[in-house]
């Protein structure tokens, strides 16, 4: 079990990302939350299996097709 805590650069507010990511996370069994921050970034909190989590990274990494992630900060 493991928990990460990361920000997403980029386009990733009103493209769909949280809902995505949403959707990715539950389906992985990721516990946690996410949010828009006020400077266009995203934040979020994700606590599940190292597999699982490491997955919903990659996913954070591309976002859905209109977002443009510039960087992941873990």
């Not at 386009?11 to 959707?23: D, P």
């Not at 979020?44 to 190292?50: C, L, Q, S």
């Not at 976002?63 to 900060?73: E, H, Q, R, T």
Request: some cysteine; proline content about 1%; hydrophobic content about 40%.
């Amino acid at each position: 079990m493991i928990r990460y805590h990361v920000f997403i650069y980029g386009i990733v507010q009103s493209v769909g990302f949280r809902n995505y990511i949403k959707t990715k996370a539950s389906k992985l069994n990721i516990k946690g939350w996410i949010k828009n921050l006020e400077d266009g970034r995203i934040e979020a909190v994700f606590e599940g299996e190292d597999e699982n989590v490491n997955e919903i990274l990659d996913y954070c990494k591309k976002g859905p097709y209109m977002a443009k992630v510039d960087n992941l900060i873990v």
